[in-house]
Nanobody, 115 residues
Framework: EVQLVESGGGLVQPGGSLRLSCAAS????????MNWVRQAPGKGLEWVSR????????TYADAVKGRFTISRDNAKNTLYLQMNNLKPEDTAMYYC????????RGQGTQVIVSA
């Protein structure tokens, strides 16, 4: 059974940082591209970032480019999202996503950016 378990969310002040983690199991993690997506209160799902299976190609939404960094450790079956210079508009539930048909998401971790 595919399992994706996100962690690392929390309450942070504007300008602060958080590092999200996603522990993957039940599939061969190293052969799949992975996404981070988010959903703000009352809004639809928004793609944030993608990393290739080997970690060499990374892409970002314009809203987070230059502030967020996606990475992965295939030896540990773990995906990361380093988030710096957080803004109130980054407040959302963050999900890691296994790219496939269909994409599969975890339960999410809440990030709240507020003074």
């Amino acid at each position: 059974e595919v399992q994706l378990v996100e962690s690392g969310g929390g309450l942070v002040q504007p300008g602060g940082s958080l590092r999200l983690s996603c522990a993957a199991s039940g599939f061969t993690f190293k052969v799949y591209a992975m996404n981070w997506v988010r959903q703000a209160p009352g809004k639809g799902l928004e793609w944030v970032s993608r990393i290739s299976s080997g970690g060499t190609t990374r892409t970002y939404a314009d809203a987070v480019k230059g502030r967020f960094t996606i990475s992965r450790d295939n030896a540990k079956n773990t995906l990361y999202l380093q988030m710096n210079n957080l803004k109130p508009e980054d407040t959302a539930m963050y999900y890691c996503e296994k790219v496939g048909t269909p994409n599969l998401r975890g339960q999410g971790t809440q990030v709240i950016v507020s003074a």
